[in-house]
Structure formats: C-alpha cells, structure tokens
C-alpha cells in the first residue's frame, strides 16, 4: 500500500460484485452530463451502468485497479482503471467478452457505426501527432479515475495518480490519459501532466474538445 497524507492507495486484484457495482454507481454519478460520455452510450444513458461494468471487468482481467477507501468504511472513496505498456482497453475477445458486447449490442446503428470509425479514427489521428512510439510503448494508460462526489477535494484522485506515477517511475515508464473537459485538464497540469495537443470528435449526440496528456 502507498501512504499519501492521512490515505491509503492499494491495487484491488479480486474485486467483488458489490466493489464493481459501487465503482459503476460511482461513475454513473460522476460523467452524467459528460459530453464524452454522452458520446459513448449514444444519449442513451440506460445503458450507462453497462458500460462502466464493462470497464471496470475488463481492467481487472487485464490492467490494474487502483482506489481509495473510505477510512471509516472501507467502501471504495475514489478508484482508477489503468493498463500497463502493451495492453489496452477492450483489445481483447476475453475482454470484451466481460459486458462490452453487450453495450455495443445495445446500441443504435448510428452509434455502433460511430465506435467502429469516426471515434478510433479521430483519436489514432491525435495520437500520431502527440505521441511517439518509443512513449507509447511505456506508457501506462488511465481509462476511468473517479470519486464518489462525497469524498471529492480530498486528494484522493491525486494520490492514485501519484501511486500509479511512483510505480511507472521505477521501471522508466510514464501515465497518459485523455480528458474532454477544460476543468479536467486544469485538474491534471495540477497534478504534473503535461497537454500534449487537442482534437475535436464529431458524434451524433455532439462533439467536444479531447485533451491527451501525459506525466513522465
């Protein structure tokens, strides 16, 4: 565990049915009139909780989860869903296998259409500009970092991003992230990321500004 002021961060190898579902009900709350968001479920935010769970399942097959718990309860106060260099989110049948075909067959055509072209293609394209493969290929990559709205401005975000940065540190690896809010993107420069550029992704629910970052 990694001491950061009065909290602990810790990996959560195992989690429970009840730590995903708090982690979902977390997000849920979290990037309810998230415009990136918004873009993911194609307006449909019935299908919210299917999408964070596919997430979160999908982290703990195969990246790293990292939270914070309440010190009175032990309920998960703020988590982060990260994946090491050579892995990513839902690049795997295994993983996808685990809610998110599920998700995408809840979806509108429209939408569907818009996860297998405009969004990868938009974001390949950033990529390739703002990043080199040699950074790439030692990067860790932060999916999801959320706070339940109780225990928000306590530091709890920051000190698993610090977890995650100490650990990358040591083996000559850096973080990245990508964020499409300005608040967002003040949040992280606070935290020692740096913006490595901007695009705009169109999508049938309407577009926004995607930040990339990274912190080496």
């Excluded at 449909?44 to 299917?50: A, G, T, V």
């Excluded at 530091?155 to 000559?172: C, E, L, P, S, W």
């Excluded at 993107?185 to 995607?210: C, E, N, S």
Aim: glycine fraction near 6%; charged fraction near 25%; proline fraction near 4%.
């Amino acid at each position: 565990m990694h001491m950061a002021s009065t909290m602990q961060v810790e990996r959560l190898q195992h989690p429970t049915d009840d730590q995903v579902e708090a982690m979902v009900e977390m997000a849920v709350e979290a990037f309810a009139d998230d415009p990136a968001h918004r873009g993911f479920v194609g307006g449909n935010h019935k299908l919210s909780p299917l999408f964070f769970r596919a997430m979160a399942c999908a982290t703990a097959l195969d990246g790293e989860i990292y939270v914070v718990k309440d010190p009175t309860t032990s309920h998960i106060a703020s988590f982060g869903l990260w994946f090491p260099p050579g892995k990513r989110l839902w690049a795997t049948d295994e993983q996808k296998a685990l809610g998110y075909n599920e998700f995408f067959s809840k979806l509108s055509q429209e939408t569907q259409n818009w996860w297998r072209h405009t969004y990868p293609e938009t974001v390949a394209k950033l990529r390739e500009r703002t990043w080199s493969k040699e950074d790439s290929e030692r990067c860790w990559w932060c999916f999801n970092i959320c706070t339940d709205r109780r225990h928000e401005n306590l530091g709890y975000a920051t000190a698993i991003v610090n977890f995650a940065y100490d650990k990358a540190k040591r083996n000559d690896q850096i973080l990245g992230l990508s964020t499409g809010t300005d608040l967002n993107v003040r949040k992280y420069l606070a935290m020692g990321f740096r913006d490595r550029g901007q695009t705009w992704i169109d999508a049938p629910t309407g577009g926004w500004a995607v930040h990339t970052l990274s912190r080496e």
